[in-house]
């Protein structure tokens, strides 16, 4: 069941948002595929909805209709010290002690580690490969690290061919 939360900024709703609209014990949920602003009155909005199954589409206009969105899942922002990445790849840093984490808005936020962290990981990762190999558990009695163990490695650790 999906949450909704109110929306009276109509200007904020672009083509292609699911939109619940309500009036009079009427409801109706779609996707907006058209917006419409009234050209005298600039504070004025129409939007134009689909509704799954149906043919027609719905003009909603302000203020009969009450419209609510879907609500946005809680953000977890990182609070552990280090170093981190926004999603526009811009660093931040959270001091040891620090009593506030990052902004939501620019999240999901990646924590960068030093490479000996991350060697430390992958050199796991291939004393696995080689224990498996020494003691015969590979499949089809293969003996060596194939390209699939370092695939593997490497997707783990993110590294990619670009």
């Given at each position: 069941m999906?949450d909704?939360t109110?929306?009276?900024d109509?200007?904020?709703?672009k083509?292609?948002?699911?939109?619940?609209?309500?009036?009079?014990?009427?409801?109706i949920?779609?996707k907006?595929?058209?917006?419409?602003?009234?050209?005298?009155?600039?504070e004025?909005?129409?939007?134009?909805?689909?509704?799954?199954?149906?043919?027609?589409?719905?003009?909603?206009?302000?203020?009969e209709?009450?419209?609510?969105v879907?609500?946005?899942p809680?953000?977890?922002l990182?609070?552990?010290?280090?170093h981190?990445l926004?999603?526009?790849?811009?660093?931040w840093?959270i001091?040891?002690g620090a009593?506030s984490?990052l902004?939501?808005?620019?999240?999901p936020?990646t924590?960068?580690?030093p490479v000996?962290?991350?060697a430390k990981?992958?050199?796991?990762?291939?004393?696995?490969?080689?224990?498996?190999?020494?003691?015969?558990?590979?499949?089809?009695?293969?003996?060596?690290?194939?390209?699939?163990?370092?695939?593997?490695i490497?997707?783990?650790?993110?590294v990619?061919?670009d």
């Amino acid at each position: 069941m999906t949450d909704w939360t109110p929306q009276d900024d109509w200007s904020l709703l672009k083509v292609g948002d699911t939109v619940r609209a309500e009036r009079e014990g009427c409801v109706i949920t779609g996707k907006v595929i058209d917006r419409y602003r009234c050209p005298y009155d600039t504070e004025t909005y129409a939007l134009i909805v689909r509704v799954a199954g149906l043919v027609d589409s719905f003009r909603l206009d302000r203020p009969e209709w009450q419209l609510s969105v879907p609500a946005k899942p809680a953000v977890e922002l990182p609070t552990e010290p280090g170093h981190y990445l926004d999603r526009e790849g811009n660093g931040w840093h959270i001091r040891k002690g620090a009593t506030s984490s990052l902004p939501e808005e620019w999240a999901p936020y990646t924590r960068l580690e030093p490479v000996a962290v991350t060697a430390k990981k992958v050199l796991q990762d291939v004393r696995i490969a080689l224990q498996c190999m020494r003691d015969g558990t590979r499949p089809n009695g293969e003996f060596i690290i194939n390209t699939n163990d370092i695939d593997k490695i490497a997707t783990r650790f993110g590294v990619s061919d670009d």
